[in-house]
Structures are given as C-alpha cells and as structure tokens.
C-alpha cells in the first residue's frame, strides 16, 4: 500500500501539473484559456485537491504515522496551500463566491478547505477588497459554529481508585489565593505558608498519607487521544482564525453598509455569550490600529462607537473563554476611545494578519 507520504508525493505532482502549467493568472492574451471559464476551472480543481486533502485528516492518525508520514500530513496544516501557492487578489471574487457554497457533507473538512481558501483573500489589497465587499458579507452569514467534539481524556490513572484518592487528599489541601480572574493555586507543601496553626498541622498529616499513595500508581499518557485532540483543536483554532480574517477583511473595505454589520456580528455573538464576540473585537482592533479606521467618515465611526458601547454595557461582567478570563466591556473600552478619535490608532497600513489567536 503506498504510504501517506507517497500519496502526498504524488499529489504533490499533479499540483505541478495542474497549477503550475495553468496558474490562473499564467494564460496569455489569445490564449483559449484565458478568461473567467479558465479561472473557474482552476479553482475547481483546486478546491478537488482539497476536498482530497481533507479527507486524510480524520483518516490518518499522528501516532500511526512515520516521521516522514507525519511531515507530510503537517505540512498541509499550514498557508498556502500547495494548490494556491501561485494566487492573488484577482482570485479573490470567484474564491470568495466558492466559499459560500459547500464543500462536503463534514463540517470538519469544510472548515478546512475556507480555511485555506481564505488565504487568497489575504493577497487582496484594500481596494479589491471594496470590489468584493457584498461576498464578503455574505460569508459574515455563513461562519461556522465551533466543532462540537469532545476531547478524548488523554491521560489516565493506573490503578484509578489509588490515584484518585492521591489527587483527591491533595486537593483537600491546596489553598487558592486572590480575587478572579488573578487567583493562584497553591499545592502542597507551598499551601501551608497560607494556613493557621491548627490547619497547617492538619494538613501536613493529610499530605504525609498523599506521598505515602504516590508510588502506589501511575499516570499513563494516551497518545492516540492526544492526536485526536490535536485535531479537534486545530480545527477550532481554524475556525476563530478565519472568522477574525474575515473581519479584518471587512474593515478594509472602507463599506460604509460594512461598518455596522461588523458590530452588529458581535453584538450578536455577544448576546448569545458566546466569547467568539472577543475574537473578532480583535480582529477589528488590529484593522484599527494600522489605520483602516481612517477609510470611513466620522458619523459611521459614530454609529459604530454608539452601537458598540451599547452592546459593551450590557455584557459586563468576567467570563471564561479560550481557557481565558475575559471581560467583553473592558476589552471594548479601547475600541469606543478609537471609534471616537481614530487618530489614536496610528496608520501602520493594511498588512494580511497573522496567525495571532492562541
């Protein structure tokens, strides 16, 4: 059977073959291939090889693999896509119309694939982005909802009645110090600095009968589950990198019709509580700050600011999100300041975001 690496090879060609022969901007003038028909054939084949590769993500498992297997299967865990490589802002219409479209019947793979095809619409600079202001709107209809899979436990206690009991006196005896969301816990024998007298000879016997468990069981890594994991959350992190994306996209447009739907999405995320309202604030702070603010008129910023700070009282209050402690009103706080006087932001210029949501 040819291995996964050997099937990447050869993928590997066949994107030679199709993308570098017939890259969407290659054909010359005259050429029959030349024009919107081309195009669409490219990308159709492009969006082939990914629907293939997407497949392999829940089919091979990390652990399965060799390491020239597992090279591969990452490699393809990171922009561009060997299928896009060679794409441009002139791609972004007919990409951005694909997007819209299904790939498959699996969230999962879908999510992957506009992943990747959202890098095309990071080669587009500010004024194709207004030219395609409408699609990307209407991908603001089309975000994904997170990947509701459950993690695999990845590690497990061996015996589990001796282990528990272990970290069960230990936690009896542990002290957490401070106010949310600035609190930290303190294990044996750090915790005994934090108690009185009487608890602290209380606790010192508890923790003597902890140690005296600890060599009496193991903890046993599953790596299997820590593959599958791995998945699951480069997925999800995928689907918060391409929402923020596409909103960074947004703000560049200079659309005024584009200003209010980008509070209006989080405000809408917000009032579901859900922390995806924090993701996209800080797509829209980095637009901010490298000066897409000044593309619209004041009485837009205006309205934005209005519209956000609304939405900002309302949502006081902490609350966990991306292993984080958050607070939407505080967060916003900064972005009312700039909506009111953009200048504050700086004009570092549009530039494709990075890779920054953890």
Not at 156 to 177: A, F, H, M, N, T
Not at 224 to 246: D, M, T
Not at 299 to 310: E, G, N, S, V
């Amino acid at each position: 059977m040819t291995s996964f690496a050997g099937q990447i090879a050869m993928a590997g060609l066949l994107y030679a073959m199709v993308f570098v022969v017939q890259d969407p901007a290659s054909a010359q003038p005259g050429d029959p291939r030349d024009g919107t028909t081309q195009r669409n054939g490219v990308l159709a084949r492009a969006v082939e090889l990914l629907i293939a590769d997407a497949k392999l993500l829940d089919k091979y498992n990390l652990i399965t693999l060799n390491e020239e297997d597992k090279s591969a299967y990452q490699s393809h865990l990171s922009r561009p896509h060997p299928a896009l490589s060679g794409w441009g802002g002139d791609e972004v219409p007919m990409v951005l119309k694909r997007m819209i479209q299904p790939f498959t019947s699996n969230a999962y793979r879908d999510t992957y694939i506009r992943w990747h095809l959202m890098w095309v619409v990071k080669q587009a600079e500010p004024k194709q982005l207004r030219k395609a202001s409408s699609g990307l709107l209407e991908l603001v209809e089309h975000m994904p909802p997170p990947i509701n899979l459950s993690e695999r436990p990845e590690w497990r206690l061996e015996p589990e009645e001796i282990g528990s009991k272990y970290y069960s006196l230990i936690d009896s005896i542990s002290v957490i110090v401070g106010i949310p969301p600035f609190d930290k816990r303190y294990e044996p024998p750090g915790s005994f600095d934090y108690m009185t007298s009487a608890r602290k000879a209380e606790a010192e016997t508890i923790f003597v009968e902890a140690r005296a468990l600890r060599d009496q069981f193991k903890v046993v890594t599953d790596e299997e589950a820590k593959s599958y994991n791995q998945r699951v959350r480069f997925v999800n992190w995928a689907i918060r990198q391409y929402r923020g994306e596409l909103i960074y996209a947004l703000v560049w447009t200079g659309d005024p019709k584009v200003a209010q739907r980008i509070v209006s999405a989080i405000d809408r995320h917000s009032s579901r509580g859900s922390g995806l309202a924090v993701d996209l604030l800080n797509f829209l702070y980095q637009g901010a700050f490298e000066g897409a603010l000044d593309l619209y008129e004041p009485h837009i910023l205006d309205k934005m600011r209005q519209q956000l700070l609304t939405v900002a009282k309302r949502e006081e209050g902490w609350g966990t999100y991306g292993g984080q402690q958050r607070n939407f009103a505080d967060y916003a706080f900064h972005m009312i300041q700039l909506l009111e006087e953009p200048s504050l932001a700086g004009v570092g210029g549009y530039r494709p975001p990075p890779y920054s949501l953890p």
